[in-house]
């Protein structure tokens, strides 16, 4: 008896997960971008509750983790998307949200991994064009700007695990296009941080148990940014795993902080 009842209870508690996730998925809309070599990229895009179309928002790129990738333009909500349904982010910060999806046979960063072992081993590799999805996520951006949707002053990027990859390789290859960044649980080359140290403020977030990325990406990270100067803040929780996001995402001054900044 006890277990099935366990059983009815965790089916319980999926269907209730499901049905949460549904109703976060009807509050953004579904669209596909379509790239000028062919690609189609699906996104959804959350927009502010009084949105007028003649106004400039700012606006929050964010990349979500290789579990989310597909095609079924849902999964990439998963996580981090509640975060910008609450009311006091969306009557205090009017910002159009979106939240693009990588394909199952690609990343949002340049880089082979070692997956023999875990934590896994990656090299990180920029010298040539970044992956299709990477570039569509910023033509993306690139368009709404140009239809005049979004203040290019306030242009933001966030990610985890490998869209906190992504997230370092956007500052990297385009450090004059954010106001600001957040990376959980990611990695980058940290020899090319150079690149971004003095222009975009950066806040890290990483469990210091991760089995799946080695914290040590983060911590190297942002050592060289301190090296650098750079404006970085680091939260490192201790005996927390790869799931380090839950952490981040309840950090209560993570949105105020982003949405402070601007390039101008």
Same mark, same amino acid.
């Given at each position: 008896?006890?277990?099935?009842?366990?059983?009815?209870?965790?089916?319980?508690?999926?269907?209730?997960?499901?049905?949460?996730?549904?109703?976060?998925?009807?509050?953004?809309?579904?669209?596909?971008?379509?790239?000028?070599?062919?690609?189609?990229?699906?996104?959804?895009?959350?927009?502010?509750?009084?949105?007028?179309?003649?106004?400039?928002?700012?606006?929050?790129? /964010?990349?979500? $983790?290789?579990?989310?990738? =597909? *095609?079924?333009?849902?999964?990439? #909500?998963?996580?981090?998307? %509640?975060? &910008?349904?609450?009311?006091?982010?969306?009557?205090?910060?009017?910002?159009?949200?979106?939240?693009?999806?990588?394909?199952?046979?690609?990343?949002?960063?340049?880089?082979?991994?070692?997956?023999?072992?875990?934590?896994?081993?990656?090299?990180?590799?920029?010298?040539?064009?970044?992956?299709?999805?990477?570039?569509?996520?910023?033509?993306?951006?690139?368009?709404?700007?140009?239809?005049?949707?979004?203040?290019?002053?306030?242009? /933001?990027?966030? $990610?985890?695990?490998?869209? =906190? *990859?992504?997230?370092?390789?956007? #500052?990297?290859?385009?450090? %004059?296009? &954010?106001?600001?960044?957040?990376?959980?649980?990611?990695?980058?080359?940290?020899?090319?941080?150079?690149?971004?140290?003095?222009?975009?403020?950066?806040?890290?977030?990483?469990?210091?148990?991760?089995?799946?990325?080695?914290?040590?990406?983060?911590?190297?990270?942002?050592?060289?940014?301190?090296?650098?100067?750079?404006?970085?803040?680091?939260?490192?929780?201790?005996?927390?795993?790869?799931?380090?996001?839950?952490?981040?995402?309840?950090?209560?001054?993570?949105?105020?902080?982003? *949405?402070?900044?601007?390039?101008?």
């Amino acid at each position: 008896m006890s277990g099935v009842y366990y059983f009815r209870k965790l089916t319980l508690l999926l269907s209730l997960f499901l049905i949460a996730q549904q109703a976060i998925a009807q509050q953004y809309e579904a669209k596909t971008f379509q790239t000028k070599d062919g690609h189609s990229l699906p996104y959804r895009v959350l927009l502010p509750e009084d949105y007028e179309a003649t106004t400039q928002y700012p606006v929050i790129l /964010f990349l979500h $983790g290789a579990g989310e990738r =597909g *095609m079924d333009n849902e999964k990439q #909500l998963t996580h981090g998307s %509640k975060i &910008f349904l609450e009311d006091s982010f969306r009557k205090k910060y009017p910002a159009i949200i979106l939240f693009p999806q990588c394909p199952e046979d690609s990343y949002w960063a340049s880089m082979t991994i070692d997956r023999t072992n875990y934590p896994i081993k990656t090299d990180f590799h920029y010298a040539n064009k970044p992956n299709w999805p990477l570039q569509a996520a910023r033509d993306l951006v690139d368009a709404l700007t140009d239809e005049g949707h979004i203040d290019a002053d306030r242009i /933001f990027v966030m $990610g985890l695990s490998m869209g =906190g *990859m992504g997230t370092f390789e956007s #500052l990297i290859r385009w450090p %004059k296009m &954010f106001a600001a960044a957040a990376a959980i649980c990611g990695g980058g080359d940290i020899r090319k941080a150079k690149r971004f140290a003095h222009r975009v403020p950066v806040w890290v977030f990483h469990g210091d148990a991760d089995a799946v990325v080695p914290v040590r990406y983060s911590r190297e990270m942002v050592q060289r940014l301190k090296d650098l100067h750079a404006d970085v803040r680091y939260n490192e929780y201790p005996g927390v795993n790869h799931n380090s996001w839950d952490n981040a995402f309840a950090e209560s001054e993570l949105l105020p902080w982003l *949405m402070m900044h601007s390039k101008s």
